[in-house]
């Protein structure tokens, strides 16, 4: 189980459907509200059957005492892995809840594991439990999904309206149909850490946000370094670098944050105003990244080199630019550790930007 969980594969949780999880959390709370204490071995499966799929074993453990310890050991390695996400806070709660029990009945938290749990109050213990399952079914619930991106799946009325108002006030390249797929895959992925390489004035960024917001938990970092001396730093073609040594970055950047405030997203949207090769360390993973930064064969190849790493395996990828003579070094690159899901053309047939499912 370790090895699994060291390899990043803690996402197999996501193959669980939602609807059972709320189904099971549903008989752990009848059970606890019709029997309490008394509902103990009622309660055992479903509460297992919750974290089986975090744990990565099926076998279920022998007893509530056994059931905390497989909770105190998944909850040891999603704060290990998923250091600073929302998983790995419910994780840290499961620890707070053993702790309590443990301490209510005079124990240290690993006295309790080994206790003979005839000797613990049987209300505390079935609380004890319905506290880890709660934990449980929230972890599963912000696990990423690794379901497809469905084209056709509808998107809620505030985040059309935020990509509405993003083409209306911000400057980019995003298409709406590019801005559409980036929103459903957020929706339908639930990824807990989103980077985009090249904001520019945040086109591309709000409807990752917008989604983000709709879902109730993960962050966008957006690194952008607003800065010619970055942007040109590695050389594309005369006319590209002309223009970008040219344009009011002031001004690109000022709109943006006066939007994300504007906008209320300031809780979902991280900015990083920095180069991305500086920035790269900040990460220890990535579910969600989008590549639009540098177009210079060094800078695109650099980018797909320091950030496709730190994705976790089944995350997504968007390159933008795939066509690019400068860009295509780096797309085979990506290619040799990602399998494409999606292309974008552009106006004359030409694939403009892929979407990636990392190996
Ligand atoms: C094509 S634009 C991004 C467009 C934006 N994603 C959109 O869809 O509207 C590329 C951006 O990357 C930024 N950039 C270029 N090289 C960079 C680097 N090494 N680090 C950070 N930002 C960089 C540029 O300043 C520019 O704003």
Redesign the pocket.
Known sequence: MTELARNGRMIAVAERDQAAVAGLLAQIQDAHSRGGGSALQQMMPPAWALLAPVALTPEAPNGPLGLFSAADLVSGLLTEHFPGTARAERAQEIRTHIRRLAEAAGLSPMALLTADERNLDPQALSDTLASIARCAADIVRLSPLRQEVALDMPLPSGVSELIEKAEAQL????SREKAEYLARAVLSQRPEICV??????G???IPCAAALRELGSGEIYG?????PQ??V?FNTSAVNDVW?RDID?GAIKENFLRFLVDERLMREVRVIE????RSSQMFDRIDFLHI????STY?SSEDVILYVRKVVPGGIVVF?DVNWATTTPARLILEAVCDPIHTFYDEAGQPACMAFRKR
């Open positions: 400057q980019g390249w995003c985009e390489i090249g904001v520019f004035g086109r591309s960024l690194i952008e370094s607003w800065s970055v942007s730093e970008w970055y920095s180069s991305s090769q639009d930064g540098g177009h800078g933008d």
